[in-house]
């Protein structure tokens, strides 16, 4: 479920608004978004995987995830781990089933 939108990173952009799919956010003029509808997000990790500031964080589990056990989430973990995070190389290329759709064509 979201739980936090860092105003200390966000820069406004709203993306996060337009990737939800359950139209969880509000957009606020000169704020960052307010999370309006909780109760909707259905944890999907939209918000957070195209957030560019990594500014949200979205817990998987009933309790948010804390880095080394210190009580601060980890913001950009979830886009990191699947390789869109920052410093991160696309691997997309050495995927078996992209190799199959070169080969093909």
């Not at 479920?1 to 969880?24: F, H, L, Q, S, Y």
């Not at 500031?53 to 880095?67: G, H, I």
Request: proline share 7%; charged share 25%; glycine share 8%.
């Amino acid at each position: 479920m979201i739980e936090i939108v860092d105003a200390g990173r966000c820069t406004g952009c709203n993306i996060c608004v337009r990737a939800c799919p359950t139209n969880v956010f509000d957009t606020v003029p000169d704020r960052p978004p307010r999370i309006a509808r909780l109760s909707d997000c259905q944890t999907c990790f939209m918000c957070e995987l195209y957030c560019p500031e990594d500014a949200l964080f979205v817990a998987p589990q009933v309790e948010a995830t804390s880095a080394g056990g210190g009580g601060k989430p980890v913001f950009g973990q979830y886009r990191w781990a699947i390789g869109w995070g920052r410093e991160k190389r696309s691997t997309a290329n050495e995927d078996a089933s992209y190799e199959l759709l070169v080969r093909a064509h």
